[in-house]
């Protein structure tokens, strides 16, 4: 966000203010969302500091079936990217998608 506050600061010193004060915040974030062997799977809103634990449980908790060791988050950012294996203590990003896999045992 600082990259954007720098970005509209300099701009507005260009001819229009002498010493313009700029702030900029986050309204809405993308949602995530999670699938998988998951209660309720879907879109959830973000809130910041949101881990693979809490999205779990946003979600509902783990199936029966669910493995607590095969999480893996993919980003909606590339969708090229291969996803990343996870912990319960990751750390999720607006537009992640979790998916939980399915255990075998």
């Known amino acids: 966000m600082e990259e954007v506050k720098t970005t509209i600061h300099d701009g507005l010193l260009d001819g229009y203010l002498i010493n313009p004060n700029v702030s900029v915040s986050i309204l809405e974030y993308r949602p995530f969302f999670v699938n998988g062997q998951v209660m309720k799977p879907g879109s959830y809103p973000y809130h910041p500091g949101l881990t ?43 537009g992640d998608i979790l998916t939980v896999a399915e255990s075998f045992f």
Do not use: Y
């Open 52 to 94: 693979v634990n809490k999205a779990i449980t946003i979600a509902g908790g783990f199936t029966e079936r669910a493995s607590k060791t095969n999480l893996f988050i993919s980003s909606s950012d590339d969708p090229e990217a291969k996803p990343t294996k996870a912990t319960l203590l990751s750390k999720l990003q607006p």
